[in-house]
């Protein structure tokens, strides 16, 4: 069983950044991202596979967050840049148990507890 823990969520003026962090207990394949907004869904955010090498993002977040990873803490990173009050959600880490990327959250076997981001206006 991996477990994943993140850390790094706060509470940021818009046009902020903040890194968020994941640490797993032993290596992983595939990491993603997602998030749920109050009253709202979970959805994806970012993926990246185990090389780090290819990555994929939601729409709403191209261009403004990075996901990336460091194998050898097994360790992933999601660095949010100019961010909105719309960004202010519950983030939670993900791994899957094979490679490749995945927007799909029934792809993801383990799931971190989450860390909350609020954004002010």
């Known amino acids: 069983q991996v477990q994943l823990v993140e850390s790094g969520g706060g509470l940021v003026q818009a046009g902020g950044s903040l890194r968020l962090s994941c640490v797993a207990s032993?290596?992983?394949?595939?990491m993603g991202w997602f998030r749920q907004a109050p009253g709202k869904e979970r959805e994806f955010v970012a993926g990246?596979?185990?090389?780090?090498?290819?990555?994929n993002y939601a729409d709403s977040v191209k261009g403004r967050f990075t996901i990336s990873r460091t194998n050898a803490k097994n360790t992933v990173y999601l660095q949010m840049n100019s961010l909105k009050p719309e960004d202010t959600a519950v983030f939670y880490c993900a791994a899957a148990a094979r490679n490749g990327l995945f927007r799909n959250e029934y792809e993801y076997k383990y799931w971190g507890q989450g860390t909350q981001l609020t954004v002010s206006a």
């Open positions: 990246i596979t185990w090389s780090g090498s290819s990555t």
């Open positions: 032993s290596s992983v394949y595939a």
